[in-house]
């Protein structure tokens, strides 16, 4: 049964409702199969999660928030009931189980990969690691915050916080459409553990519910270390990751190599580029194979607003890969160590700064572990609608973040609010 028949499925979020439904079941499929920890739930997990994801399609960026819409007819209409308290929606979620909401990404990402939407690129599935700290606080804190000392003149403060390392699949685009970038999975850094050991139990995960889901991994600087280089290489991965240490025998005899031998001219977008490129380098005998270090000086040509003059200013990349020369040139190579900052500005940028992800909307470590995929499934639903389903002409001039306001609108005009005390 569709959930807004009729002339109403013309509005934004009854379309993304619809959408979501029709390609993906939300209801009977995505959601569904989410559970939790209580004796005799009287509302759903899947209801908890289909108002949360409500909640970041309207960025409305809190529980509270949510609650002063809990009873607007359209989530009666949605949900077949009102949306529950802030304290409830927390609570439930707290003892949530992660794996529920990690099988509906999953599902999302068959049926998209059914309807052929995340085709690879040029022959290669590529993901991009990255890691992200949420909210810190020298206050409130729970068993799963991790800690550090801030010294702030003579004196000495314990602050608190959580981190997370992230995947997310960078696919290449549909002919007309944008790329669907999926928010995979997430895993929580524990205290007294560097990023690179929660990004290797994170890859476990993730390798054992997506073998085939992608052959190269892109990530920054923090992550080039021979585990996780070694970790990819025997699961029959590829690698390609920022080189910044300049202590390191391989950064050294890289620079060496950059200065001995000329660069190649290429381009990068509309810049123009210095290109060194040496494979087979066995400066890092840590790692089991030999590595490759390519370098990119790249000029931009700016216009300056003050006074109309042209500025160049110059940038600087230096990446190490396992990637092979044979099938990956060096153009390619820059153009894949540019996108994992696709992971910045599409996938964290926009959830933090556009969804309000890093809010902590129950300070509990199993309800922190739990709001980011409900993040992820919302977020992630909305970029497929967004770049398959919403129509060239009505996407025009319009960010994605323009969309939440009119789907908050749809909301807050069922809510008929009392004005009797
Ligand atoms: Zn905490």
Not at 272 to 293: A, E, I, T
Not at 350 to 375: Q, S
Request: glycine share 6%.
């Amino acid at each position: 049964m569709e959930a807004f028949p009729g002339k109403e499925r013309l509005t934004i979020l009854r379309r993304l409702i619809a959408y979501a439904e029709k390609v993906f079941q939300l209801s009977n499929s995505v959601v569904a199969g989410v559970v939790d920890r209580r004796r005799q739930p009287r509302i759903p997990a899947s209801h908890i999660v289909k108002s949360v994801a409500a909640l970041f399609w309207t960025r409305m960026g809190s529980l509270n928030a949510l609650e002063l819409a809990a009873h607007s007819s359209f989530f009666r209409r949605w949900l077949g009931q009102s949306v529950c308290s802030a304290d409830s929606v927390g609570r439930v979620t707290a003892l949530m189980d992660a794996e529920g909401l990690r099988r509906g990404i999953h599902h999302l990402y068959d049926r998209l990969k059914r309807n052929k939407a995340l085709p690879d690129q040029g022959g290669l599935g590529v993901a991009a690691l990255d890691g992200h700290e949420s909210h810190a606080s020298y206050r409130r804190h729970c068993p799963g915050c991790l800690e550090r000392t801030i010294r702030t003149g003579q004196t000495e403060r314990t602050q608190y916080y959580h981190r997370q390392v992230t995947l997310m699949l960078l696919p290449g685009a549909r002919p007309g459409c944008d790329p669907v970038r999926l928010l995979l999975d997430h895993e929580p850094q524990r205290a007294g553990e560097d990023a690179v050991a929660t990004a290797l139990r994170l890859l476990e995960r993730v390798l054992g519910s997506y073998p085939r889901g992608f052959d190269l991994v892109l990530a920054d600087a923090l992550y080039s270390t021979a585990p996780l280089f070694n970790f990819l290489l025997a699961r029959g991965k590829h690698v390609l990751t920022v080189l910044k240490d300049d202590r390191r025998n391989l950064y050294q005899d890289a620079t060496a190599l950059f200065a001995a031998f000329p660069a190649k001219a290429g381009s990068f977008r509309s810049r123009k580029c210095l290109w060194w490129d040496f494979p087979g380098l066995l400066s890092w005998p840590q790692v089991n194979v030999p590595v490759r270090v390519i370098r990119s000086q790249e000029t931009r040509t700016v216009r300056r607003q003050l006074d109309g003059k042209d500025e160049t200013p110059t940038s600087d990349w230096i990446w190490v890969t396992t990637l092979p020369e044979q099938s990956v040139s060096t153009g390619r190579a820059v153009a894949l160590g540019h996108q994992r900052w696709d992971i910045e500005n599409h996938g964290f940028n926009e959830l933090v700064n556009g969804w309000h992800a890093d809010h902590i909307y129950k300070h509990d470590p199993n309800a922190i572990e739990c709001f980011l995929p409900m993040a992820f499934l919302a977020c992630n639903i909305f970029q497929a609608f967004f770049a398959l389903n919403l129509k060239p002409q009505i996407r025009k001039g319009r960010t994605r973040a323009f969309w939440s306001t009119p789907m908050a609108a749809e909301i807050l005009d069922g809510v008929n609010p009392t004005l009797s005390p």
